[in-house]
C-alpha cells in the first residue's frame, strides 16, 4: 500500500491513501477510523500509568473536574463513545459496558460500532496485556424507521471494517476493512500510529494451541482428544505443539495472528454456551483472522455466518491457522454422537 519504501506512514496517511483507492468514497469511514485511532491514544496513555493515578477501581472519589474516578473499562468506553460521537456518522453504539443500545447524536449516522473498550481489564491489575475491539457495520435499510436494537442484529459477515488496540509492551492497533490486515505501532513520542505491518498472512498451520485447561474435565470428548493430539510426540510434524495461554483474548489472537496455532474458548459448565460474546469479540477477531489467511468457527459453523438474536450473546470459539482449525473440527466431528464428555 505504501507508495515509498521504508517511509514512515501514520495511521491518518495510511487511512487517506485507503480511502483515494475508492473514488467514490465519502470519507465517512475513514473519518471514523481516525476517530477509534485517537480515542485509543487516550486510553494507551491511562493504561500505562493506570496504577498511580485511581483507574484501577473505582474508589469512589472525585478529580479535579469534580466527576467520579472511573474505573478503567468506563474510561474507555467513555473515551470511545465520545470520540464517535463527535463525528456525527455513528447512529449508534452497543458496548460490553452497557445493557442496551446507546444512541447518539446523530440518529442519521449511516454507521453502527460494537465495543469490547477493554477486555480482559481485570488483567492490568497484573500487568498483563489488555485490548479495546471494534466491529463496524452499516445501518441496513428497515421498514421499522426509529432505531433500534434490531438494526444491529446483523451477522458478522456484514461487518465494514473490524480491529482492535493491544495495550502491551507496545500499543498496536490492527483492523481490516476487508482488504487485508494491517498493524500500526503507537510512538509515543510523536503520538502518532505507525505502520508497522502492512497485510498480515498467518501460517495455513502453526504448533502453539492456547486454551484455559482449568476447564478440562467440561470438555467435549472430541475436545480432549484433539488437546492430547497436540500434546503427542510426533516431531516431524512439530508436536508436541507448546501451549501459550494469556487470558486476554485480544492478546492470544495477536498471537495467533502474527505466528500461527490456534485459540479456543469452547462451551463448559460455567459458560455453557461459551464465555466470549459474539458481537464485539469473536466477530471482529474472527474478521481479522479471516482476513489474514485464517480461519474462525463455533465448533460447527463458521462464526462470521452465525445470524446474532441478541446484542450479548456468546458463542464457543475456535480460530487460528486453517490447518490447526479443520483437524479440531475434525476431532469434534469424530466423537460426536459419542458419549461426548467421558
Ligand atoms: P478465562 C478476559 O476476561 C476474557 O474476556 C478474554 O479476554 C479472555 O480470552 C477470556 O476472558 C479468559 O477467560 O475463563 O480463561 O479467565
Redesign the pocket.
Known sequence: MTDEPNKLVTLDEYIIQAQNRFPGATGELSQLLRDIGLAAKIISREVNKAGITNLLGADGSTNIHGESVKKLDLFADDQLISALDRSLITCMVISEENDGIVRLNSEGGKYIVYL?PL?????IDVNVS??SIFSIYMRQPRPEKSLNENDALQPGTHQVAAGYVLYGSSTILAYTTGLGVSAFTLDPGIGEFILSFDDYKLPAHGTIYSI?E??YNSWPRGLKEYIKYCQQEDPENGRPYTAR????????IHRTLVKGGI?I?PASS??PTG??RLMY?CNPLSFIIEQAGGMAIDGKQRILDIQPTSLHQRTPIFIGSTENVEKVKWFLERAEGGNDTD
Not at 245 to 252: H, K, L, N, Q, T
Open positions: 469490547d477486555d480482559g481489564s481485570s488483567n489488555i485490548g484455559n482449568g476447564s495461554y494469556i487470558g486476554s483474548m485480544v492478546a492470544d485459540f474458548y460455567k459458560y464465555k466470549l469479540e
